[in-house]
Every structure is written in structure tokens, then in C-alpha cells.
């Protein structure tokens, strides 16, 4: 399910940057990121990896064939070829993809254990858009793996009010005055649910 939701928004997303991206770009490199997404869509992660990097070869600074490129990589568990790429992102996107970069980059290294170094790449994010709450969802489970869980109920509770249902659902179970000023912590507390494919794309 998660899957089908991601392809549905990585169409959409990429779709509209297409139409937006400068005129200035070759026209090859174009069409070699619209070979690479087409093999994306249809599971061919290997193929769309060689046309996001032929585009890339046109032009160092294609930053959507980076996220691209990254969030393939990250399928095929690749995870420090992703990390690379959302780093390129990064460095070479407008703020909406430096956005989606810090975000990217901190959900590859919580899915690879990296937790402190996630926490800092997700502040990063949320100080690009303090209205990112799967941005503070994220955060919130890489505090509570490094034991800070006053700073993972703040973030879960910000992510909640931003309309992160994992979270919300999280709080309304253990936390049910949650909304309250100092909610009443219980005896144990389990992470909410975390799906392994959660990326973003610049909109």
C-alpha cells in the first residue's frame, strides 16, 4: 500500500517539476530523466538509476534527477548511494529540494541506525518548512532512539497537531490528555509505526 501511495505521489510530484524545471536545461538531459522516471514507475529500479545518472552527466546540477536517483537507490537498499545523492540534492537545489533532501537523507540514516546523525538532518528540514510534521514524526523516533524521549513526545505532539496520523494514533494510546500542557506519561511506551518507503518530493 505504502508503495502504491509513493508512485502515485512521486508521479504527480515529478510531473509538475518537470513542467517547471528551467528552460535553460539541455533538452538531452531532460529526456533522460523522463527515460529514468518511466522505468521508475514501472519497477525497473536498475534502468531508472542509469538514466537519472546519464541526466546527471548532462547536467551536474540536475537536482530532481538526484532525488530521483536517490530514492531509487534507497529501493534497491543501496543506502549510501541515497545518502550521496540527497547530499547532492542538498547542494544543488532551490529550498523546496533542499527540503526534501535534509528529510530524505535523515529517513535513510534512521533506517540504517544512524539516528544522531538523522536528528540534525530532520532540524534541518523543519527549519526549511516548520509545517513538515512527518519531519517532526521522524525526528521524534530517532530522539527516542537515542533516549531523549521528553524531546520524542514534544516532536510526536508537534507532528500530531500537523496532522501525522501515525503519531496522533501514538498519543491518543498512551498519551490520551496528550494535548494537555504535561500529559501523564504511562509505564511502557512503544514506537508507532514507521513504513520503511516514507520519502518526499519536492511540490
Partial sequence: ??????????????????????????????????????????????????????????????AMAYQMRGIAQQQLKKYAEAINDYSMVISTGEP?????GFYNRGIVKNMTGDFIGAIPDFTQAI??????????????????????????LGDFRQAALLGEINAERWLNTYYPDWK???????????????PATTTANPS
Avoid at 521508475?40 to 536498475?46: A, M, P, T, V
Avoid at 523546496?96 to 526534501?100: D, L
Avoid at 525526528?139 to 532512539?145: C, E, F, L, T
Avoid at 494537555?180 to 514507521?194: E, I, R, V
Fill in 1 to 62: 500500500m505504502y508503495i502504491k501511495r509513493f508512485l502515485y505521489f512521486l508521479s504527480a510530484s515529478a510531473s509538475f517539476m518537470l513542467f517547471t524545471l528551467s528552460i535553460a536545461m539541455a533538452d538531452s538531459a531532460s529526456n533522460l530523466f523522463n527515460q529514468g522516471f518511466e522505468q521508475h514507475k514501472r519497477g525497473n529500479l536498475e534502468s531508472a538509476v542509469q538514466n537519472y545518472s546519464s541526466a546527471i552527466e548532462e547536467n551536474a546540477a540536475f
Fill in 180 to 194: 494537555q500542557s504535561k500529559p501523564t506519561p504511562p509505564a511502557s511506551l512503544p514506537l508507532p509505526p514507521a
Fill in 127 to 152: 527549519e526549511l518548512d516548520k509545517k513538515m510534521g512527518a519531519a517532526f514524526f521522524h525526528r521524534g523516533i530517532a530522539k527516542s532512539k537515542t533516549g531523549d524521549l521528553d524531546g520524542r
Fill in 96 to 100: 523546496s529540494f533542499k527540503v526534501v
